[in-house]
């Protein structure tokens, strides 16, 4: 029978570890470090392939110590986890190239979790559970396999005997899967994450900014990666504006918010709320449904042109919930005129003319007439956008196409050299709503500028671009796949109920025991929070008895089967009892002559170690 020797096994168990702690950071490292482990890695499989390790151990040491000291001359403290991750890597390498004992075995295991450990503080998506469960598991495997080694290097299994073991160490990491999932829910929280100083790396996204050119919106709109990710009921899609900056300045090609004196607004409407999953925008904006009144959870103001800043630029991913009032105008006392009504000095005479040409008897005419000329005579489009030293005439006398803040700029110059106050919003626009979960997916592609007009004393929102026409530039769906939906389905899950479990969920689920425990009645929970550790705790069992039922031979399972059959008859096989000795104590002597036969046949395969004739045990079973 084949057998396998233990050590192979351990080394190459111990590369696919490596690997893996080099794949959950190869998104963050330069492609020279990750070219240069790759190298290591095959130089390393080569010396053990020979069982030649020709660079000596102290020299290995040296250049280690000599990385370590690098490390820290580059290290940053505005962004130290990369050069660190880099250190590791090459850590990881040198480690591999070594002749490699249990001590070198295990140091393997760690920088790998440190690895994992350190792309955590990058970013905590999906990819890196999956990351995590390899890990965990493999390593488990591999130190149990150590043990063996440390004891005998050259020891070896029968190959049914290894997969015995490698079963069977498969229970390790399950069974420590409920003491896991409560050391998560108790361990204690802070209002503000300890290491966020650390993770600036995760930023990565663009997103807006202070300052918007024409022509800005365009690259936004062209990324299909998620902005955010909303947490309410289903509303009428074309209430689907999301509000994040407001702009009063334009200088010809740039929008940007300068102070403006405001007075107080009035809103009315219906108050929607909001639970938004914000990824990272590389700004101090949030966003909200419009018209936001109230920010929960975050530390920031609320301008009087309804837009919230936070404290500090958003790197990483947050979590905030936000009330809104869902109307497309608010009242207002008082405005700043002179902040509303300035124009560009270098504007074309040909802008002023056309706006003379739009003038109506009244401002709610000339918005109208602006409106209907622009909607008629000119295409959105996110493609060779209108660029020149006066892009907005170039626009509206030439190309006329463009998108949304070409059409935007347009609208607010034309009100503004009539004398109608303007302000442009730039937010995004629509949402996938996943029915599954109950949440919006809105991508970085519904990027939107719109316009807000002054008139008779509210802010009326005013979006030149028409809804059908605004929505046929993107797909229908976040994706055709059905298993790509799922997989965000999950991703959302795994952001809300893991990564997002602060402080906040651990007193409202502490809140919810204790009112369950008072009164009778189910607590009111969303279905995916009910369903999703039921669904685990299913996976689990069922890993479980597939791993027990796999880790028993078929030959253990049919003599099972024969002692649970005798015991049906009254014979009970006792624990210090050999088979023979529990066979002949048997009264019926027909019986006992199938018994020992079964025994005798039994005895014949197994321990002389050879491959048991199963169906010739099931005859003699199905006679007794």
Known sequence: MEKIKVKNAVLIL??????????SVFRFVDSVFSIFFLVITGMGIYFDLRNRHPLPRYVLNTVSLFVVGLMFLSINLENPVPPVVQTLLILLGIKILEDKKFRDFMQ????????????????????????????????VISMVLLTFVTQDENISFYLKDFYKIVLRSVFIPILSVPATVIIF???????????????????????FSDVVQLGDVSSIQEDSTV????????????DLYWRGITLNYFDGFTWLKIPADDGRSYLKGKTVFQEIILEPQENRYLFGLDKPVKFYGVL?????????STESINFSRIKYRVSSIVTDSVETDRID???????PGNISEDIVNLAVELKGKTKTETLKNVIQFIEKNYKHSLEDLPQSDDPLREFLFNKRYGNCEYFASSVAVLLRINGIPTRLVVGYRGGYYNDIAGYYIVPQRFAHTWVEAYIDGKWIRVDPIPYGVYRESFPREF????????????QFIWINLVVN???????SLINKMRESLKKPDLPDINFYYLTVPFAVLLVVLVVISVVKFLSVDEEERVLRAFLKKMEEKGYKKKDYEGLEEFATRIDDAELKDKALKFVYTFESYYYRDKKPDLTKLKEILSSL
């Open 300 to 308: 920031g103001k609320m301008d009087t042109d309804i837009s919230f």
């Open 14 to 23: 111990s590369y696919i570890v490596a690997l893996t702690g080099f794949f």
């Open 501 to 507: 479990f602060d402080v906040h969920k651990q007193i």
């Open 479 to 490: 994706s055709q796949s059905v298993f790509h939906r799922f997989l965000e389905t999950l």
């Open 337 to 343: 005129m002179l902040a509303y009504l300035n124009l």
């Open 108 to 139: 393997i295991y760690t920088i790998s979790v440190f690895l994992l450990a350190g792309s955590a503080f990058m970013t905590v998506d999906m990819i890196f559970l999956l990351f995590f469960l390899i890990l965990y598991f493999l390593v």
């Open 185 to 207: 829910l108790i361990l204690p929280r802070t209002e503000y994450p300890i290491f966020n100083f650390m993770n600036k790396q995760a930023s990565g996204r663009s997103g």
């Open 227 to 238: 902005a955010f990710r909303v947490v309410m009921k289903k509303i009428d899609e074309k």
